[in-house]
């Protein structure tokens, strides 16, 4: 009779040993699974020149599994809603075929990989309909759910660029932080992964003040930090937002691959993209992005801006990112 008691015991004991650990287990199987904590490695997709129809050319060679979140470039606000851009030689049918054309190649080449549509910048009409729509913030906010939806998509990117932002930044924050609290109460997307908000930042113009006054209302900034000179020094420009109240992880610093770039020095090369890296993981920045994928060194003689892509630049940061 005591064995049995001891051995009925012991199961007992083992029973609720098992069930408080299977709770925890649980949890960590499902923080393991997130993709929260991944450094990002991510390209902007432009669809509205001849780079979409240069890509589109080789588009087997497109290095999709060197990213893991691609910006695609550009959706525009009209209205008070987050509506496809179109252009004389894009009308409306064919924006929304790029656009879809891009989401299933990368789907199909990287499922895992986050894919955002940018708003566009412009002159000061486009401000005009960033302002009208600060004026409903909740009816913006509810056009961009449908508008990822559409699509497919898994955030939005904001890339109101005016050098009036910070006259601006009361509704520039009543704008993303509407979008940030709506997408998050919306849940999680069809991927199983949170739906995202980020912000593309003018260095030299923003202020960190601007920046800072963003930090509880968006996922990450990605900086403009394009090319190997000084002007546009990613270090200098992450330190002033990090003193002002950003946090270093939800930067995402940017390098230029445009043959055609003249700013600056020119596009990122080599040395300037290993730079930028070594700083970004110095300081645990969210990650790196290139400014453009479908324009990355189109070069046929080395002279002048032509034919497809080399995806140069893309390669060379995602090397320097898994090291």
């Not at 060194?297 to 090397?319: A, M, N």
Request: aromatic content about 10%; charged content about 25%.
């Amino acid at each position: 009779m005591s064995k049995k008691f001891d051995l009925l015991a012991m199961v007992v004991l083992l029973s609720l040993c098992e069930s408080s650990l299977a709770r925890p287990l649980a949890m960590a199987d499902q923080t393991a699974t997130s993709s929260q904590g991944e450094t990002i490695t991510a390209a902007y997709f432009y669809l509205f020149d001849d780079g979409y129809d240069e890509a589109m050319s080789v588009q087997d060679s497109i290095p999709w599994k060197k990213i893991n979140r691609l910006y695609i470039a550009f959706a525009t606000v009209d209205d008070g809603n987050l509506t496809d851009k179109t252009t004389s030689d894009s009308p409306i049918d064919q924006t929304e075929q790029k656009i879809r054309n891009v989401v299933a190649l990368c789907r199909q080449n990287n499922p895992d990989a986050e894919i955002f549509i940018s708003s566009d910048f412009g002159d000061e009409s486009v401000d005009d309909q960033y302002l009208n729509a600060a004026e409903d913030p909740q009816r913006f906010a509810d056009s961009v759910v449908e508008y990822l939806n559409k699509y497919d998509l898994d955030g939005y990117d904001m890339d109101w660029e005016t050098r009036q932002i910070n006259d601006y930044a009361p509704e520039l924050q009543t704008l993303l932080s509407t979008c940030y609290s709506t997408l998050k109460q919306a849940g999680m997307n069809p991927h199983g992964r949170p739906y995202k908000v980020s912000h593309t930042i003018w260095p030299g113009v923003h202020s960190p003040e601007t920046v800072a006054s963003l930090k509880d209302c968006i996922d990450n900034i990605n900086l403009m930090t394009y090319g190997p000179g000084q002007d546009y020094d990613l270090e200098a420009y992450a330190e002033s937002y990090h003193q002002a109240g950003f946090p270093y992880e939800k930067m995402i610093g940017g390098v230029e691959s445009e043959f055609g770039y003249t700013e600056n020095g020119g596009h990122d090369s080599q040395d300037s993209i290993q730079e930028k890296c070594d700083y970004a993981k110095d300081v645990n920045l969210g990650g790196m992005f290139s400014w453009r994928l479908d324009n990355d060194v189109r070069t046929t003689d080395g002279i002048t801006e032509s034919g497809p892509p080399t995806f140069q630049v893309s390669s060379w940061l995602y090397e320097e990112m898994i090291k």
